[in-house]
């Protein structure tokens, strides 16, 4: 039944080691997210693929780097950890049609990250 | 980009109580969500409401796009209906939802 499915649940890492988070989904959408979320905040989109097409959030450090090498999957690699980098992060997924109407966004379980 | 605001930030209710959130946006939208993020940190899909009105067993919600508001409703609530409710909202042409700042709500047996 699981829809989105994200792995691992929880994920410890030292500071400034390279972390690979995973994401999948069953509902063969065209849109997958990454969101990032602090303790008492709201998420925050850190970027998507349209398809293949990435799209980069402004403000998002180049420390985060994305790979989505089928429809499938998709994966969050931070690449150098800080202390500020722990957080929750959630896959999303959702059916676009032409980039103009998106249906429902389906979440993941989320990962929550802790940097020591 | 479209602005979000939720209110009240906090509720605290009695188990059995009615509630009532409230989402503003601050432009025309074609996509609204309401969820419920569980302790776990969970994000559960309750209605995608851009208009109209639904249901869905105790809950409902209410989106009234000309005024750029949506209520949901929580009736006879449940310590199981306690967490952080977002609303979150998209515009034509762009994929990307925003989000409010969320009502935290807590239920006391």
């Known amino acids: 039944d699981a829809m989105v499915i994200q792995n691992p649940r929880y994920q410890v890492t030292q500071f400034g080691k390279p972390v690979t988070l995973s994401c999948s989904q069953t509902?063969?959408?065209?849109?997958m997210y990454w969101y990032q979320q602090k303790s008492s905040q709201a998420p925050k989109l850190l970027f998507h693929y349209y398809d293949k097409d990435f799209n980069n959030e402004a403000d998002t450090p180049d420390n985060f780097q994305s790979r989505r090498p089928n429809t499938s999957f998709c994966f969050l690699d931070i690449r150098s950890p800080g202390l500020g980098d722990a957080a929750m992060y959630l896959c999303?997924?959702?059916?676009?049609?032409?980039?103009?109407?998106?249906?429902?966004?389906?979440f993941g379980p989320g990962t929550r990250l802790l940097v020591l | 980009g479209i602005q979000v605001e939720q209110s009240p930030p906090d509720l605290i209710l009695q188990e059995g109580a009615n509630s009532t959130l409230r989402c503003n946006f601050s432009d025309s939208v074609n996509n609204l969500q309401w969820f419920h993020q569980n302790p776990w940190g969970q994000l559960i899909n309750l209605f995608y409401i851009p208009s109209g009105t639904k249901q869905n067993g105790r809950l409902s919600a209410t989106t009234v796009a000309t005024e750029r508001y949506s209520l949901l409703y929580i009736s006879s609530s449940q310590t199981t209906d306690s967490g952080v409710y977002f609303c979150?909202?998209?515009?034509?042409?762009?994929?990307?939802?925003?989000f409010g700042t969320g009502t935290r709500l807590t239920i006391i047996p």
């Open positions: 509902l063969n959408h065209n849109v």
């Open positions: 979150a909202a998209d515009q034509f042409g762009n994929e990307k939802l925003t």
């Open positions: 999303a997924t959702s059916r676009t049609r032409d980039k103009e109407y998106q249906e429902t966004q389906y």
